[in-house]
């Protein structure tokens, strides 16, 4: 049975008193995730350490990295590679997110070998695609997202396609307040399943958690995660807002 995961993505915000705050206050609200469900917390670098001992012990609650470079190690200033990430025992890596896309100007080959690095680390990426607004209004998001996995991902044995986590976040919904509506995350969301079924199988595909990113929030948690084919979502503005994030938890499927 796929995770359904709730995702934190803190991006570049929050100082290392506020993040520890942030942790403190989430840890001390009641949730019970059950085997089947996650909680991760994508905060900054500097914040790992912090971060991993916070939760050290905690049951299906994780930290991730926001991103990693593509070489094993070497000069490469101000990078962080994956054999680090491993070595402070963290699980999971968020790749490929629109905004590194956008303004560091990550290209699918590009994410292709960070990819392949966090698995030769067996590290899970939480592959993020999704498209641009002109794309939705010309009613082409599905080859567009279609070629987002296949430049990335379909180089891929089933066996390592089955550690990564999909995250699908167009980026039109994403900081905008602008969510898309639970119909057109789930008709979304099928689409990827359908995709990675005829290239890897049914079976495969059903064992995916894809996630929905772009404005969840409490109030609309509930719904979007209720689809069938939505796993939970990565959560940017709404997972520095304990009350929120704790809701955005609770909301994951049984
Ligand atoms: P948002 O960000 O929840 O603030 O829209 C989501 C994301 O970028 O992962």
């Known amino acids: 049975m796929r995770k359904q995961i709730a995702a934190a993505n803190w991006k570049m915000n929050l100082t290392l008193q506020q993040g520890e705050a942030l942790l403190d206050a989430i840890i ?4 019970s995730l059950n085997e089947h469900q996650q909680a991760i917390f994508a905060v900054p670098f500097p914040y790992i350490a912090m971060a991993q001992s916070k939760l050290a012990g905690k049951k299906n609650v994780f930290v991730a990295a926001q991103n990693c470079y593509s070489k094993k190690s070497g000069a490469y200033t101000g990078e962080v590679s994956v054999e680090m990430l491993q070595s402070m025992g963290v699980q999971y ?12 100007q990550e290209s699918n080959q590009f994410l292709a070998d960070k990819v392949n690095i966090c698995l030769d680390y067996n590290i899970h990426p939480i592959f993020c695609c999704g498209e641009p607004l002109e794309i939705r209004e010309a009613g082409t998001q599905n080859a567009f997202v279609a070629k987002q ?25 994403i900081g905008t307040g602008k969510t898309a509506t639970s119909a057109q995350a789930q008709e979304m969301h099928a689409y990827i399943r359908s995709q990675l079924a005829a290239k890897y199988g049914d079976g495969v595909a059903a064992n995916i958690s894809i996630l929905y990113g772009g404005s969840v929030k409490a109030a609309n948690a509930v719904e979007i995660f209720g689809q069938p084919d939505v796993d939970g979502g990565l959560v940017g503005g709404a997972s520095l807002i304990v ?12």
Request: glycine share 2%; hydrophobic share 45%.
């Open 243 to 254: 009350e929120e994030f704790a809701a955005i938890i609770h909301a994951l499927k049984k």
């Open 149 to 173: 996995l296949e430049e990335s991902l379909y180089h891929l044995s089933a066996e390592q396609l089955q550690k990564i986590v999909i995250a699908y976040e167009p980026i039109w919904a």
């Open 93 to 104: 890596v968020v790749l490929g997110h629109s905004e590194r896309r956008e303004y560091f």
């Open 28 to 31: 001390a609200t009641p949730h």
